[in-house]
């Protein structure tokens, strides 16, 4: 009997994201589609005879998906984040949890990159005026080179970023009391250090406990004025209350953003209105390069589960009872 598998993306994003590999997906699995975002309930319904679910980033899996599904085995997620998926409820009912590749990393740093120098050059804010007919005034901008970028969390995204602002001329700034970093031209700063020395600020550390809120009231108030944040990495860390006041203030010269709090990460419309802000709709992974690796990454996961081994990149594998009471199952017929 064939695997049967419930693809999560809706219409538009499995266009983006999955377009490409639906036919390598189809050739291995029955599946089902859905053309629009489902609820928890909508999707227990909806996946009750599949095998497997492949999930965008937005389909969250509480505890109920998986005590509600019986017959699910894998729930494999088309992207990195599981922060929304209760992995400990999925090792409970035996289901396999497992995640995508970073292979978002180019694209993420890119895209800091061009909201920088959209910041410091007033190109959306120029370009809406030209759209709509009107002349705009002449903005001065700021140059990038000889400016001074701080980093905090000096992971994938933070190196491959560092070095692209190097090649700019920028001076570098790290803070990450994890990681010694071990490159020419960067240097490591306290938190403190940093805030008061960076012109552009970019939290790109892990979303954890620790670090909600990374950017509230103390550290804009530590920040140089005029200095301005970008965040491309997740909403939690900042405190979009405070990061509002400081805008209206002008303590904080400027905010650029593809993640906030609304759903999806997407950028918090309130905060995305303001004067003096630059948001995209969490596009950082939407290139082709990213979209299609990450979408091959589930199809290679399904591959190897219809094979009888472990995909890449499970987070619980020793939890996984039902898929390996499956593979038994195989072999006994």
């Given at each position: 009997m064939?695997l049967r598998v419930?693809l999560?993306?809706?219409?538009?994003?499995r266009a983006a994201?999955?377009?490409r590999?639906l036919?390598d997906?189809q050739?291995l699995?029955?599946?089902?589609?859905?053309?629009?975002d489902?609820?928890?309930?909508e999707?227990?319904?909806?996946s009750?005879?599949?095998d497997?679910?492949v999930a965008?980033?937005?389909?969250?899996a509480?505890?109920?998906l998986?005590?509600?599904s019986?017959?699910l085995?894998?729930?494999?997620?088309?992207?990195?984040?599981i922060?929304?998926v209760?992995v400990?409820?999925?090792?409970?009912?035996?289901v396999?949890?497992a995640?995508?590749?970073?292979?978002?990393?180019?694209?993420t740093a890119?895209?800091?990159?061009?909201l920088?120098?959209?910041?410091?050059r007033?190109?959306s804010?120029?370009?809406?005026?030209?759209?709509?007919?009107?002349?705009?005034p002449?903005?001065?901008?700021?140059?990038?080179?000889g400016?001074?970028?701080g980093i905090?969390?000096?992971?994938?995204?933070?190196?491959?970023?560092?070095d692209?602002l190097?090649?700019?001329?920028?001076?570098?700034?790290?803070?990450?009391?994890?990681?010694?970093?071990a490159?020419?031209?960067?240097?490591?700063?306290?938190?403190?250090?940093?805030?008061?020395?960076?012109?552009?600020?970019?939290?790109?550390?892990?979303?954890?406990e620790?670090?909600?809120?990374l950017?509230?009231p103390?550290?804009?108030t530590?920040?140089?004025p005029?200095?301005?944040?970008?965040?491309?990495a997740?909403?939690?860390?900042?405190?979009e209350?405070a990061?509002?006041?400081?805008?209206?203030d002008g303590?904080?010269?400027g905010?650029?953003m593809?993640?906030?709090?609304?759903?999806?990460?997407?950028p918090s419309?309130?905060?995305?209105a303001?004067?003096?802000v630059?948001?995209?709709?969490h596009?950082?992974?939407l290139?082709?390069?990213?979209?299609d690796?990450?979408?091959?990454?589930s199809?290679?996961?399904?591959?190897?589960?219809?094979?009888?081994?472990?995909?890449?990149?499970?987070?619980?594998?020793e939890?996984?009872?039902?898929?390996?009471?499956?593979?038994?199952?195989?072999h006994?017929?």
């Amino acid at each position: 009997m064939g695997l049967r598998v419930f693809l999560t993306h809706n219409a538009e994003d499995r266009a983006a994201y999955y377009g490409r590999a639906l036919p390598d997906l189809q050739a291995l699995a029955d599946v089902t589609v859905t053309d629009r975002d489902l609820s928890v309930p909508e999707l227990i319904a909806a996946s009750a005879d599949c095998d497997i679910i492949v999930a965008h980033r937005s389909t969250a899996a509480p505890s109920d998906l998986f005590a509600e599904s019986p017959r699910l085995l894998a729930f494999l997620r088309c992207a990195v984040d599981i922060s929304t998926v209760d992995v400990a409820a999925a090792g409970r009912a035996g289901v396999l949890v497992a995640r995508a590749a970073k292979s978002f990393i180019p694209s993420t740093a890119e895209l800091a990159l061009a909201l920088m120098l959209d910041l410091a050059r007033n190109v959306s804010r120029s370009t809406v005026d030209y759209q709509a007919g009107r002349e705009p005034p002449q903005r001065p901008g700021r140059q990038l080179r000889g400016a001074t970028a701080g980093i905090i969390g000096y992971g994938a995204v933070g190196e491959y970023l560092g070095d692209l602002l190097l090649a700019l001329g920028m001076r570098v700034l790290v803070h990450d009391p994890y990681v010694v970093v071990a490159r020419d031209g960067i240097a490591s700063k306290s938190l403190s250090d940093l805030l008061a020395e960076a012109d552009f600020v970019l939290p790109l550390a892990q979303a954890t406990e620790e670090t909600t809120n990374l950017i509230g009231p103390q550290e804009l108030t530590a920040m140089r004025p005029g200095a301005v944040l970008v965040n491309v990495a997740r909403g939690e860390l900042i405190d979009e209350a405070a990061v509002a006041a400081g805008l209206a203030d002008g303590t904080l010269g400027g905010l650029a953003m593809d993640v906030g709090r609304a759903p999806d990460q997407r950028p918090s419309p309130e905060l995305a209105a303001r004067p003096g802000v630059v948001a995209t709709p969490h596009l950082g992974g939407l290139t082709p390069e990213n979209a299609d690796a990450q979408a091959a990454g589930s199809v290679e996961q399904v591959a190897a589960i219809i094979s009888g081994h472990m995909p890449p990149r499970a987070v619980n594998p020793e939890q996984a009872t039902r898929l390996v009471a499956f593979w038994e199952g195989l072999h006994m017929t």
